[in-house]
């Protein structure tokens, strides 16, 4: 191999290196991820509803990371954080929780190789400390926020139950997967007078508690924007400018 081959093999392999170990500069959304994004802005809880397969989690794992980070693109339209947050990622059990959300934002769990190659950059994650009951689970994440200062991120599962919640104080909430109307309301008091709780699940359990406080709670004025690729994004506590439940 010629020396010039071999720096252009160098250098192809460093460009590889850098988008898998900071996916989050190279991510782009779809228009209604981007809208999604966007409602973030003006409202303090949003519903990511979706099939399956649809990107309704690796939106969710974008926005805690940018949240975490401080790191918004240019294109960034909906909330903004100028300070290290706290937050929780949550899901239904600890597997869940490793293989989807870890998964998402942190890369393959157990793999030193792939760890910072989901949605939070390698360069940004200062530390982590390891969960109990599931291996390779993390419990908290410490992450390097661009204003300054560190962010802190808790995995959490539902299984736990909602007392688990109580006692924090949080910035920014994902719960992957539909809790239950207890576990929700409790989830909700942590926030910050600023802070804000978005969800992304396929709606499985039907006009649940969940759903139908955003689908079907009229004093809510439930706002809903249909896909018809079939997502859906809600909103509760907004003016309504279309309603469906075609989902």
């Not at 949605?119 to 204003?147: C, E, Y």
Request: hydrophobic letters at 40%; aromatic letters at 10%.
């Amino acid at each position: 191999m010629t020396a010039r081959k071999e720096q252009i093999l160098r250098e192809l392999e460093r460009t590889v290196a850098a988008r898998k170990f900071n996916k989050l500069a190279h991510w782009q959304p779809y228009e209604r991820q981007n809208e999604f994004f966007t409602l973030g802005a003006t409202k303090r809880e949003r519903l990511f509803m979706a099939g399956n397969q649809c990107g309704k989690s690796e939106s969710a794992a974008f926005e805690m990371a940018v949240h975490l980070t401080g790191q918004y693109p240019k294109w960034w339209e909906g909330k903004r954080f100028d300070h290290p947050i706290r937050a929780v990622a949550a899901g239904e059990g600890g597997l869940l929780v490793r293989d989807i959300l870890q998964n998402k934002l942190c890369g393959t769990p157990g793999s030193d190789e792939d760890f910072g190659s989901g949605m939070i950059p390698r360069a940004a994650i200062i530390g982590k400390s390891s969960g109990h009951g599931v291996s390779n689970l993390i419990d908290t994440l410490r992450v390097k926020q661009f204003s300054g200062g560190t962010s802190t991120l808790t995995f959490k599962t539902y299984e736990a139950g909602q007392s688990k919640f109580q006692g924090l104080t949080l910035d920014a909430i994902w719960l992957d997967e539909e809790p239950n109307g207890e576990l929700y309301s409790e989830a909700l008091a942590r926030l910050r007078g600023d802070g804000i709780l978005w969800l992304s699940f396929t709606p499985l359990l039907g006009f649940s508690t969940v759903v139908s406080r955003f689908l079907r709670d009229d004093s809510l004025e439930a706002d809903v924007i249909v896909a018809w690729c079939g997502w859906a994004f809600v909103t509760p506590n907004t003016s309504p400018t279309k309603k469906s439940s075609n989902v």
